[in-house]
């Protein structure tokens, strides 16, 4: 089992940035690739930015240039940072490491919000 524990959201003005960790209770090492997913009220979950073990990366359009995503394996710790925020990142932010096709698991979430 994995225990992930996220943090670094906040409230941001518009134009800020802020940097998301996650920390996981075990090697994230893995075959298969993790990522940020969010969650806006009243909206899905949706895909932020992945990362492979190979260290390649996808990011969903909207934070195409904006978002990064990295890791340090000898920190258990997966990061996205996300400058030129907008209030439309404004969301509950989850970080996801798979184990296996049928085994993931999920952080508590960590709220960002994107205002004036």
């Known amino acids: 089992q994995v225990q992930l524990v996220e943090s670094g959201g906040g409230l941001v003005q518009p134009g800020g940035s802020l940097r998301l960790s996650c920390a996981a209770s075990?090697?994230?090492?893995?075959?298969?690739?993790m990522g940020w997913y969010r969650q806006a009220p009243g909206k899905q979950r949706e895909l932020v930015a992945r990362?492979?073990?190979?260290?390649?990366?996808y990011y969903e359009d909207s934070v195409k240039g904006r978002f990064t995503i990295s890791r340090d394996y000898a920190k258990n710790t997966l990061y996205l940072q996300m400058n030129s925020l907008k209030p439309e990142d404004t969301a509950v932010y989850y970080c996801?490491?798979?184990?296996?096709?049928?085994?993931?698991?999920w952080g508590q979430g960590t709220q960002v919000t994107v205002s004036s």
């Open positions: 990362i492979t073990s190979g260290g390649s990366t």
């Open positions: 075990r090697s994230i090492f893995s075959i298969y690739a």
């Open positions: 996801n490491y798979p184990l296996s096709p049928s085994e993931d698991y």
